[in-house]
């Protein structure tokens, strides 16, 4: 039995209630979806999915639910990009600023307005997929709870230039966010959406589920970058859900240097023939953090392309886990499909684990799947510091090289640099503590 | 003014001795060349004065004009004036050419102080110039999928921008066709000053008809055991080393 609940506002204490102007048939769903939460089994050591995993932090009744506050200030500190093409701010997902230079035809509404005007578009593409990674109790407890998030639908033939831009803060002692970002794109449409997440206070423990869904249309390029930065008292579940149609060109990105544990569980289903998926992450876990990374690429059709490249870099006693699986169901005939975890390992202490997969049930496919870790050798910081740059620098030096080859793959140059400012924060903090 | 190597004993961390007593002064405006067989101590001796950690000084000193640099670090001597053009140049993948020697430089300013980036970048397009490297290099990572020439060159762009009072190219030559051979050497003689010493090692005279040396010594069983001018170069690329196995030379 657990320990008895002293906040009775827990979150996991009470059904949420779903605002009254929402549409039936999502007061329906939230209200399964909490009964699916109560009736599913918690994960538990021994499962196959958790392998490795840190059960313990599983434990989230000390969290609940906040209203926004600190909303100037936040607003403020939401820097990013010098000029989106649209920003939104939720602060403990709360709606608190929204500009947008969207072309005509694009939808980029807060969730809650969307579920209203655009009622049942939402409903088509709402967490159509099952969650299979291992959090569905977690995914279950995010779609009772959420109140709100970000619903974008880019019409046939649209191309937005610049990207969306979307921070999410968490504020106050023990808040639970769920943030939830809703992409839909028509046949050869393009968009990019850049999703931030910080916590308001380095030392306020916070508790984020959140999920992001990509449907990317025929023909259709549709990026995303998620950058996890909060602070080292959070606890994340993040999941991604990536469906990719004929022809179309999906690519996720994921920066993890926040959080004091961290599971992602990405997804990606290619269901059209010369779809292809770029899976991509960079984590620099140091001191306790933990990273947990479980990956699926599933190819449904025939002639697709999928290709993941997870880096970590790690420090102190930080810990990852990556496991990944290729899927490749019976049709998917001609399929091109790559998986690639690569760990630097930055003292004696840190633990990488990989749990790289593969299952083929096709004819003519080309996959590989493979997972190294390694230190960074001597004569490489022999080379730099025969060249004046001290032993300190000459690690970050190699370890933010290591990072680099990654974000370029974004391909766009905005937001590379952000996303290295985020980098080269957190190698700021660890040369920090180490002098 | 001189690097001065006295009496250098050096061993390897299971002990064994590869340094036996190297002795050797190169003055500012001298060049030297060491040369000698496989396995004689050559390329330990870059190492040992660049400050490499793998390698136990045992006993004697290497002094910068007058001042012992063997209790320093690797990137102490190295912003003292220090410079080793390595044989085997190490890939940093993904930090480019330009943010590479940019941190060198950066790393000798006082804290505070920044680069002025124009003025920088015009400096490294005229030494890129020199040695006939496409401005690609900049952008690319350090000497990720370079050929050999193209490392070297390299190893020379950044002994230029760094302009170090002491520069040791340990076998610079090795593995250069003629051509990038030449190139390679103009931009070594375009270092050549009165304020500045070099040492080179190589196991080919060829390299010394380009760069020519004021001095030639052979270094073999881990010491320098003949000294001469230019010439002596000439003598061993015709005899070989066959004289090492003679007893006692005066």
């Known amino acids: 039995m657990p320990a008895v609940l002293e906040q009775t506002s827990s979150l996991l204490e009470s059904a949420p209630e779903t605002p009254a102007y929402l549409p039936a048939w999502f007061a329906n769903r939230q209200q399964a979806a909490w009964q699916r939460f109560l009736t599913t089994p918690a994960p538990k050591r021994g499962d196959e999915i958790w392998r490795f995993s840190s059960i313990k932090q599983l434990d989230f009744s000390s969290f609940q639910k906040a209203s926004a506050s600190r909303v100037n200030e936040l607003i403020k500190r939401s820097t990013g990009l010098a000029s989106p093409a649209a920003k939104f701010i939720f602060v403990n997902d709360e709606l608190v600023h929204a500009e947008s230079n969207l072309p005509a035809g694009v939808t980029c509404l807060p969730l809650a307005e969307a579920l209203v005007s655009h009622s049942d578009l939402v409903q088509t593409h709402f967490m159509k997929q099952t969650t299979r990674l291992g959090s569905a109790k977690f995914a279950a407890l995010h779609e009772a709870s959420l109140t709100n998030g970000l619903f974008v639908h880019v019409p046939d033939q649209i191309e937005v230039a610049g990207s969306i831009e979307v921070h999410h803060w968490i504020v106050g002692e023990n808040t639970a966010i769920f943030p939830h970002t809703l992409i839909v794109t028509g046949t050869s449409a393009k968009v990019r959406v850049v999703d931030m997440f910080r916590s308001a206070d380095e030392t306020q423990p916070g508790l984020a589920i959140a999920i992001n869904d990509l449907s990317v249309g025929k023909n259709s390029r549709l990026d995303y970058v998620a950058i996890q930065a909060f602070n080292e008292q959070t606890k994340v579940i993040q999941i991604n859900e990536t469906t990719a149609a004929r022809d179309a060109s999906a690519t996720g990105f994921i920066l993890n240097t926040g959080a004091q544990w961290a599971r992602n569980e990405s997804l990606s289903r290619l269901e059209g023939p010369g779809s292809r998926s770029n899976m991509l992450s960079v984590s620099i876990p140091s001191e306790h953090q933990e990273y947990d990374q479980r990956t699926f690429q599933h190819h449904v059709s025939e002639g697709a392309y999928s290709d993941l490249l997870y880096k970590n870099s790690l420090y102190d006693e930080a810990r990852t886990i990556f496991s990944g699986l290729i899927f490749v169901d019976e049709a998917a005939h001609h399929t091109d499909a790559y998986q690639t975890c690569r760990n630097l390992l930055m003292s004696d202490t840190c633990e990488s684990n990989s749990m790289p997969g593969l299952e083929i049930n096709a004819d003519q496919v080309k996959c590989s799947h493979g997972s190294t870790s390694s230190q960074v050798s001597d004569e490489e910081i022999f080379y730099l510091r025969a060249r004046g740059i001290d032993s300190v620098n000459a690690r970050q030096l190699i370890a933010r090289g290591f990072s680099v080859d990654v974000v370029e793959r974004i391909e766009n140059d905005e937001v590379e640099a952000l996303t290295l400012q985020f980098i080269d924060a957190k190698f700021a903090k660890i040369a920090q503590k180490s002098l | ?250």
Not at chain 2, 94 to 120: C, E
Not at chain 2, 235 to 249: I, S, V
């Open chain 2, 1 to 250: 003014m001189s690097l001065q190597i006295t009496n250098l004993h050096a061993t390897l961390e299971d002990g064994t001795e590869i340094l036996k007593g190297v002795n050797l002064t190169i003055p500012k405006g001298e060049i030297h060349a060491i040369m000698g067989p496989n396995g004689s101590g050559k390329s330990t001796l870059s190492k040992v004065i660049a400050g490499h950690e793998s390698y136990l000084v045992t006993s004697g000193s290497v002094t910068q004009d007058g001042e012992e640099i063997l209790g320093k670090s690797i990137d102490e001597r190295s912003r003292g004036g220090i410079f080793l053009a390595f044989q085997y140049p190490s890939e940093v993948p993904g930090v480019s050419n330009a943010n590479f020697i940019r941190a060198a430089l950066q790393a000798r300013l006082p804290k505070g102080q920044d680069i002025d980036a124009v003025a920088y970048y015009k400096h490294l397009y005229a030494q890129m110039d020199l040695l006939e490297m496409d401005r690609k290099f900049t952008a690319r990572a350090v000497n990720e999928g370079f050929s050999g020439g193209e490392k070297k060159r390299n190893e020379i762009l950044q002994m230029i921008m760094l302009a170090p009072e002491y520069c040791i190219l340990d076998e610079t030559d090795s593995g250069l066709d003629i051509d990038a051979l030449k190139i390679v050497a103009k931009g070594v003689n375009a270092m050549r000053s009165p304020d500045r010493g070099m040492l080179l090692i190589t196991h080919y005279q060829r390299l010394l008809d380009y760069i020519k040396p004021d001095y030639v010594h052979v270094m073999a069983e881990g010491k320098i055991v003949r000294s001469g001018g230019p010439e002596l170069a000439l003598e061993l690329e015709k005899d070989g080393y066959e004289f090492l196995k003679e007893p006692a030379l005066a």
